[in-house]
């Protein structure tokens, strides 16, 4: 069974969910935060499509930063992402942040994005 803080999350998702969607201008990009791993996806709600799905588990990722639960890691993984987000030519998204709070590995992850040039 899932505990308080998660179940008050994700009652903050739904809520925040009401609000936000994503278009084919802009689309929404969702972010989960686990213990030891971040994880990333633009979603077009219009088409209920998933266009890029990215995580720090990846191969890619993993190589440059051993463990993926720390702020250096979520700034290296908004750099990796905002570059995949660019080459399929996204450069608006809506940020969705799944209800978790805006510090820590989620604003450093927003900031990389914003720094890797995607505008939200």
Do not use: W
């Amino acid at each position: 069974m899932k505990d308080k803080r998660e179940l008050l999350r994700l009652k903050r998702h739904k809520t925040l969910r009401l609000r936000i969607f994503g278009t084919q201008e802009r689309p929404r990009l969702v972010v989960h935060r686990s213990l030891k791993n971040l994880h990333a996806q633009i979603i077009d709600d219009t088409k209920r499509q998933t266009l890029i799905s990215l995580s720090t588990v990846n191969k890619e990722i993993k190589q440059k930063c051993a463990y993926a639960g720390n702020i250096k890691a979520a700034a290296y993984f908004g750099e990796v992402f905002s570059s995949k987000a660019k080459e399929k030519g996204i450069t608006r998204i809506v940020f969705d942040r799944a209800g978790y709070m805006y510090h820590g590995r989620i604003k450093a992850f927003a900031e990389a994005l914003r720094k890797g040039g995607l505008e939200f």
